[in-house]
């Protein structure tokens, strides 16, 4: 399995308050990505990032914040809570991306965040 | 844009019997594909991967998946389906530019019936 961890693996929280989810990589990976799985969705992308303080954003950003310090490490932050924010996240990494090719990103074993 | 159909929400048969899961893309350019499965309360694991190279691609556990260009489909099969093999299973289209963002279908759960 790719050295891929998450924090906290499970977390309930309140609405309003902020929480910090942390993903960290083990393989030095350039790119990393922030998931969230709702049923009848499947994944959909929240931010990305490309470098150390490089990111963007995905599908479904609103809401949501990210940072990246270090290449191990990216964060995704809730800045304000909501209900419509209780999902299941997963993080996932991958390769340098060349262009015309394409890589499989790797995933981390999921956070599974209530907000009450 | 990319975008994936998974054609059946869910799949059931029995164990021994043929498995087929059924996907549509639609991509802009040539698109990479892959199969991912998750096993319940469990992360994603690569099963299969199509990169443009031979259009059946074979993947772990004994699946395998062939691109058909004509149809826009990529459908997933295994002759033999075995308990373990119960899980959800992704249907994903990559975009070959960019950062590589991958653009899920909605998945197919697979029930094994002893």
């Known amino acids: 399995d790719a050295g891929i961890t998450q924090s906290p693996r499970h977390k309930v929280t309140e609405t309003g308050t902020p929480v910090t989810l942390r993903c960290h990589q083990t393989e030095n990976h350039r790119y990393m990505y922030w998931y969230r799985q709702d049923p009848g969705h499947g994944l959909r992308l929240i931010h990305y990032s490309y470098g150390v303080k490089d990111t963007d954003k995905g599908e479904v950003s609103d809401g949501y914040s990210v940072s990246r310090s270090k290449t191990e490490d990216f964060l995704l932050t809730l800045e304000s809570a909501t209900s419509s924010q209780t999902s299941v996240y997963f993080c996932?990494?991958?390769?340098?991306?060349?262009?015309?090719?394409?890589?499989?990103?790797?995933f981390g074993p999921g956070t599974r965040l209530t907000v009450t | 844009a990319q975008s994936v159909t998974q054609l059946d929400s869910h799949v059931s048969v029995s164990e021994g019997t043929p498995v087929l899961l059924r996907c549509n893309y639609s991509s802009s350019y040539s698109p990479s594909l892959f199969w991912y499965v998750q096993h319940p309360n469990k992360g994603l694991q690569l099963l299969l991967k199509y990169t443009s190279a031979a259009t059946l691609v074979k993947g772990i556990n004994g699946f395998e998946a062939e691109f058909k260009k004509s149809e826009t489909s990529f459908h997933l099969t295994k002759p033999s389906a075995h308990m373990s093999d119960a899980a959800e299973y992704f249907c994903?289209?990559?975009?070959?530019?960019?950062?590589?963002?991958?653009?899920f279908g909605t998945g197919t759960r697979l029930t094994v019936i002893p």
């Open positions: 996932a990494i991958s390769e340098s991306v060349q262009l015309g090719r394409s890589y499989e990103q790797y």
């Open positions: 994903v289209v990559s975009e070959r530019t960019g950062a590589n963002n991958l653009f």
